[in-house]
């Protein structure tokens, strides 16, 4: 993607007390399904020459979205806004089966760019309502991915929006229920909501495994440890990202005095690093390594130019591109498809 362009100058290198610094977190940014997705909305442009149609936002990331659209990819909300015969593609975020039926009823060319850790849930919908089975779905209303998820088993699903939330949610049969989660929460809150939910019902069931992704959870271990010893913590994300504005949650939870969101560089307020003499930096799972590159050059402007990585996991997970777009391709074209990175899960 094109560099950002640059702000650099903006901020006041301000004396502070101590010396200042950056804990840079790792692992941050861009994860497998987000890698994933982004990538295949490129190819589909390289196989089918523009335009390309995407539903939704296939990541919850606005600089990616604008340099997709620069690319020729159109937006939309609903397949009913694409012309018949078409390629669209499937946000990361997964779809229900109604989604995908609509898009074969408009005769439309699907690539579902679906994450497979998204997939794994809306597969452990299905079989546990033909169990019969009530799903209580932790998530938040509205989001695409609990919408995905729920219309796999509609008349099964209850979500469960927060802790509160679960000290009053009623079943059908307290003997028959699982709680299955949106990938990208905050652990902690989860888990205290699912202790919630079993002292009501003792027999709730756990999914098979985490239904919260390996990078969720992995990015706020990191922030965690970088919260501590940070005066503020940025994190580089969108408003509509759920995992970034988890991050910003935990940060606050676990000692950062202050935290805050940002999508660019320029948004940092000169306000904000007053008095700082440490300064956190992460990103959340959808957002490209330039934009955290381009906030520590407008820090390094500000005096902060001593970064100090601060490692808690090693990232190797990588996905397959979805199978419409594999057709006549070698694992290794995959691997060199995806970054080089040779290691593949699907």
Not at 225 to 253: F, P, T, W, Y
Not at 266 to 280: F, I
Not at 311 to 337: H, M, N, V, Y
């Amino acid at each position: 993607m094109p560099r950002i362009p640059s702000t650099r100058g903006r901020l006041k290198d301000t004396p502070v007390l101590g010396q200042k610094r950056v804990l840079l977190a790792a692992p941050r940014g861009y994860c497998a399904g987000v890698d994933r997705a982004v990538i295949a909305v490129e190819k589909a442009l390289e196989h089918y020459g523009s335009p390309v149609y995407v539903r939704k936002q296939i990541v919850h990331n606005i600089h990616v979205v604008t340099e997709l659209e620069k690319k020729g990819a159109i937006f939309v909300e609903e397949v009913d806004e694409v012309p018949p015969g078409s390629h669209i593609v499937f946000s990361a975020h997964g779809v229900s089966p109604a989604v995908v039926n609509a898009a074969a009823d408009r005769g439309l060319q699907a690539i579902d760019a679906t994450c497979p850790l998204v997939t794994k849930v809306h597969r452990e919908a299905v079989r546990f309502a033909r169990d019969d089975f009530e799903i209580l779905l932790i998530g938040h209303e509205g989001h695409e991915e609990v919408e995905g998820t729920a219309g796999e088993a509609p008349e099964h699903t209850t979500l469960v929006g927060s802790p509160d939330e679960a000290d009053t949610i009623e079943v059908r049969d307290p003997n028959k229920v699982v709680w299955l989660s949106q990938t990208t929460l905050s652990v902690d809150e989860t888990m205290e909501t699912v202790r919630r939910l079993r002292a009501r019902f003792p027999n709730l069931q756990d999914p098979p495994s985490d239904d919260i992704c390996y990078a969720t959870q992995n990015r706020q271990v990191a922030i965690k440890k970088v919260a501590k010893d940070a005066d503020l913590v940025i994190v580089v994300g969108s408003a509509n990202s759920s995992n970034s504005v988890r991050l910003v949650e935990v940060a606050l939870e676990y000692g950062a005095k202050a935290a805050y969101r940002v999508d660019y560089a320029s948004e940092v307020k000169q306000e904000w690093l007053d008095g700082v003499a440490t300064v956190g930096v992460t990103s959340g799972a959808s957002v490209p390594e330039e934009l955290v590159q381009e906030l520590l050059a407008d820090l390094a402007d500000a005096g902060y130019g001593d970064v100090h990585p601060v490692k808690t996991a090693e990232e190797d997970l990588i996905f397959s591109l979805p199978k419409e777009l594999r057709k006549g391709r070698s694992g290794a074209q995959d691997a060199r498809a995806l970054g080089g990175r040779t290691r593949s899960n699907d």
